[in-house]
């Protein structure tokens, strides 16, 4: 795990940076950094980790990617159009790396009867509830 000061590194609160990433599809947390001088519901920085990179499959490569990502939308604030072709470059990457290798596939079968079970689709499931 890192903190990274955004205040002073990019003139930019925890809590600016945070929304920032979260629209290119990159999740931290805001947090407070050592002496910061911001109330905790703003921070000077965020906290980056890469569990959810590492548990993907991601390696060196992939972190570079995100780094990269990261930088570019933190330096860019108010450039829009470059936070949508960094959204769709994490999409890109994480289409990659699913978090479920073939749960979709699984689902579908599922749905499917593959399993010996009947039809399990919306329908069914509804008016089993009712």
Same mark, same amino acid.
């Given at each position: 795990?890192?903190?990274?000061? $955004? ?42 980790? $890469? ?38 470059? $994490? ?32 329908? $069914? ?6």
């Amino acid at each position: 795990m890192t903190l990274v000061d $955004t205040k002073k590194s990019r003139g930019l609160t925890g809590k600016e940076a945070e929304a920032l990433l979260e629209n290119v599809g990159v999740t931290v947390n805001k947090n407070l950094i050592p002496y910061d001088e911001l109330p905790p519901a703003k921070a000077s920085g965020i906290r980056i980790g $890469t569990p959810a990179c590492t548990s993907r499959g991601m390696g060196s490569a992939e972190m570079e990617q995100v780094a990269n990502i990261v930088d570019q939308a933190l330096s860019n604030p108010g450039d829009r159009m470059l936070h949508r072709r960094l959204r769709d470059e $994490t999409l890109d990457l994480c289409d990659r790396f699913p978090i479920y290798a073939g749960l979709l596939r699984r689902l579908y079968e599922q749905d499917h009867g593959a399993y010996g079970d009947e039809k399990r689709g919306p329908d $069914t499931e509804q008016q089993r509830l009712l």
